[in-house]
């Protein structure tokens, strides 16, 4: 697909990729009022750090609410955008060669002053999530609300490299074993759709011309966690 080819270069070259306006026409405003009736609703539930077997909710790390996407959700927005992404996993796949065989995604709404410190979204021990998506639902947004993505150089020097505004219909890819990457407090609610492409084999295999995952270092944050890692 002709709209994917620089987003797969940048992706190939630099590990993350950004693009505006990729996306199905009115499919972000549709996804905010789904994530927001959900939220209406009480049915998003707080994110955790930590193990699956002893969660714990700090603020001070990570401070998202999460709504998980299912393939039988009634919402036809919900519904676009899982065919959208499977298409896009299709090309991953056949650019890559990664062997992608299914994803995962969640909403996540940040409260004012809320943020998610340095982590990597691919845990220790669990190669599986091989591409991270976000996807920015928020109708309106600039530099004085904060709550930008910070991407973060593989290896041992660990400088800054990116921020990323989260801009309506942003959609931003990075490699989820080999990008450290936080979220900057926000002055007002943030939303977004995050999500993973994996591949559920033991052995992850690098992107062609990038480093292996054996070469990147553990970072703070990156033991499993309960419920996701939303950017």
């Not at 904060?146 to 931003?172: H, K, N």
């Not at 062609?208 to 033991?223: D, E, F, I, M």
């Amino acid at each position: 697909m002709a709209s994917f080819d620089a987003l797969f270069q940048n992706l190939e070259v630099h590990g993350w990729a950004m693009a505006d306006n990729v996306m199905p026409d009115g499919l972000v405003t549709r996804l905010l009022q789904a994530g927001d009736q959900a939220w209406q609703a009480n049915l998003f539930q707080d994110a955790h750090v930590g193990t699956t077997s002893q969660p714990v909710r700090n603020t001070a790390i990570r401070g998202d609410t999460i709504w998980w996407l299912e393939p039988d959700m009634a919402s036809d927005a919900c519904q676009q955008f899982l065919a959208w992404a499977d298409v896009l996993q299709q090309a991953l796949n056949r650019h890559f060669f990664l062997g992608l065989r299914r994803a995962e995604f969640h909403f996540a709404r940040y409260g004012q002053g809320l943020g998610y410190k340095r982590h990597m979204d691919q845990h220790r021990g669990q190669p599986y999530r091989r591409i991270s998506l976000v996807l920015y639902l928020n109708p309106q947004w600039d530099a004085s609300s904060g709550g930008e993505l910070c991407l973060y150089a593989p290896g041992t020097s660990g400088d800054e490299t990116q921020r990323i505004l989260p801009m309506p219909g942003r959609l931003v890819l990075f490699r989820s074993d080999l990008i450290p990457h936080a979220v900057l407090p926000c002055t007002r609610p943030r939303w977004s759709l995050t999500g993973w492409f994996r591949n559920d084999d033991v052995i992850a295999l690098p992107l062609p011309g990038l480093p292996s995952v054996a070469t990147t270092p553990a970072h703070p944050y990156s033991a499993p966690v309960a419920t996701g890692a939303a950017a």
